[in-house]
């Protein structure tokens, strides 16, 4: 189906009276700096099809930037009662942010939202609707990737990740593995959806144990209970690759933590085979 295909398919089954004022969605965005990209993330989030019934929750870690980014963000969304700006005291980390938000949430299925990455206008109606559909627990697509912020038109750097990689996740697929090394492929990647009652039986995101690897070892754990996730075979978000990114500041450390995931589920792949990092 086209995208605005998909929203009335959606629109005329999920979103039918009497859930009418229920959110089906919640995403949450943990914030720490990143100012520059911040107008961008709130058009894109208002430009979603399902955004009236998505709730939104902006968790605020202390920063310079904390102020202005919240007095911004409350401006901005004046008009919106499904979008909360939260400002906090002391940082949590990304994940518990995540955590703390789907631990409060109402609605069925939840994702999360970076500040900077951007969503199809269609994402979420694709998504939910394969999630309602196959009985899945989770779903995510293939992505454009690009080192570029202006990722409107081509550049000579943008790539397009998971193209013809379409298919239900197995845990295997979580990994790529060569005679020598071993390293992570999260399908799932930077902006999936997935049922918030998951949580319920494979518990939440563990930042403390495994770091910024903490969602591909979430999604391993998925998989090892038999839990049904999706890649959809269409590119519906972009995903800026930023060398400071969350996941890149520290690749000791995650280099550590990987190994500590390989050693959890993978420990037979591992022999004298070298990590390497994605």
């Known amino acids: 189906y086209a995208g605005d295909e998909v929203a009335a398919l959606v629109e005329s089954t999920l979103l039918a009276n009497p859930r009418v004022d229920e959110a089906i969605l919640t995403l949450a965005t943990a914030l720490y700096k990143g100012s520059r990209h911040m107008i961008a993330y709130a058009l894109n989030i208002r430009r979603m099809h399902l955004f009236e019934r998505t709730d939104v929750v902006i968790s605020i870690a202390p920063s310079p930037e904390s102020k202005s980014q919240e007095r911004y963000l409350k401006e901005h969304f004046s008009d919106a009662p499904n979008v909360s700006v939260v400002h906090l005291e002391t940082d949590p980390g990304l994940y518990e942010c995540w955590n703390n938000t789907i631990r409060r949430t109402k609605s069925k299925y939840v994702g999360n939202a970076n ?10 109606d694709y998504l939910i609707y394969l999630m309602e559909y196959q009985g899945l627990d989770g779903s995510a697509s293939a992505l454009v990737a690009d080192t570029s912020e202006s ?4 550049s000579a750097s943008q790539d397009i990740w998971f193209l013809g990689m379409g298919r239900e996740i197995t845990k295997t697929d979580l990994l790529v593995e060569d005679a020598t090394s071993v390293k992570s492929q999260n399908m799932m990647h930077c902006m999936p959806i997935w049922k918030a009652a998951l949580h319920e039986e494979i518990a939440y995101f563990d930042e403390d144990q495994f770091g910024t690897s903490a969602d591909w070892e979430l999604w391993l754990r998925a998989t090892h209970a038999d839990k049904k996730l999706y890649l959809i075979d269409i590119p519906l978000g972009f995903y800026l690759i930023d060398i400071a990114s969350h996941n890149r500041r520290d690749p000791e450390t995650r280099m550590l933590k990987e190994r500590k995931i390989l050693e959890k589920y993978f420990f037979k792949k591992l022999d004298s085979r070298s990590i390497i990092l994605s």
């Open 115 to 124: 500040i900077d990455e951007r969503r199809g206008r269609y994402h979420s």
């Open 151 to 154: 990722h409107s038109s081509y």
